[in-house]
T-cell receptor
Framework: EADIYQTPRYLVIGTGKKITLECSQTMGHDKMYWYQQDPGMELHLIHYSYGVNSTEKGDLSSESTVSRIRTEHFPLTLESARPSHTSQYLC??????????????FGAGSRLTVL | GQQLNQSPQSMFIQEGEDVSMNCTSSSIFNTWLWYKQDPGEGPVLLIALYKAGELTSNGRLTAQFGITRKDSFLNISASIPSDVGIYFCAGRGPLGGTASKLTFGTGTRLQVTL
């Protein structure tokens, strides 16, 4: 059963629209992440957060932004979507310390298509 | 930065066959994880390894943390059709600080024929 939820699962929108991808987790994890993945390809970290009011850029540059106002919620926003943003976006969370800090639990993903 | 090379990139096998895939790093890792991703879903953790030389099983799956700390392999015994998917290795090096950022491999796509 999923303890990390992403909505929408699928989104098709036109160029220039603002979109927000939602991610919520019920595990009380401090750390959350956003990865971008093209179909069948490797995962690239675009944002992460250590906790409330903490956000950092990942290894892959992205025009998206994130916020972390509540522990359980880590939304990703694109102010003006473009076709180059078409991809799958995966949210994940992990514990802050101990062996669990290395184990990410992923959501089912949000597949975004920008026309 | 750290790089993970995963091989093979893809494989077609027959049901009942054993499968082996591996992951190599250009630098030392202190954690290895193996994930499986089904089409249209997020990756799901299969096995976590925390010590060099560690051998861990999860049902038909067995994974090992290489002695050099630069590699890991995953074996699947007696494959079945539901083993189809993409298998990703992921590792965390000793210089992660508090970030715990993982580096993901390029993936091995497994297809099982009857």
């Amino acid at each position: 059963e999923a303890d990390i939820y992403q909505t929408p699962r699928y989104l098709v929108i036109g160029t220039g629209k603002k979109i927000t991808l939602e991610c919520s987790q019920t595990m009380g994890h401090d750390k959350m992440y956003w990865y971008q993945q093209d179909p069948g390809m490797e995962l690239h970290l675009i944002h992460y957060s250590y906790g409330v009011n903490s956000t950092e850029k990942g290894d892959l540059s992205s025009e998206s932004t994130v916020s972390r106002i509540r522990t359980e919620h880590f939304p990703l926003t694109l102010e003006s979507a473009r076709p180059s943003h078409t991809s799958q976006y995966l949210c994940a969370s992990s514990e802050y310390s101990g062996s669990g800090a290395n184990v990410l639990t992923f959501g089912a993903g949000s597949r975004l298509t920008v026309l | 930065g750290q790089q993970l090379n995963q091989s093979p990139q893809s494989m077609f096998i027959q049901e009942g066959e054993d499968v082996s895939m591996n992951c190599t790093s250009s630098s030392i890792f202190n954690t290895w994880l193996w994930y499986k991703q089904d089409p249209g879903e997020g990756p799901v953790l299969l096995i976590a390894l925390y010590k060099a030389g560690e051998l861990t099983s999860n049902g038909r799956l067995t994974a090992q943390f290489g002695i050099t700390r630069k590699d890991s392999f995953l074996n699947i015994s007696a494959s079945i059709p539901s083993d189809v998917g993409i298998y990703f290795c992921a590792g965390r090096g000793p210089l992660g600080g508090t970030a715990s950022k993982l580096t993901f491999g390029t993936g091995t796509r497994l297809q099982v024929t009857l």
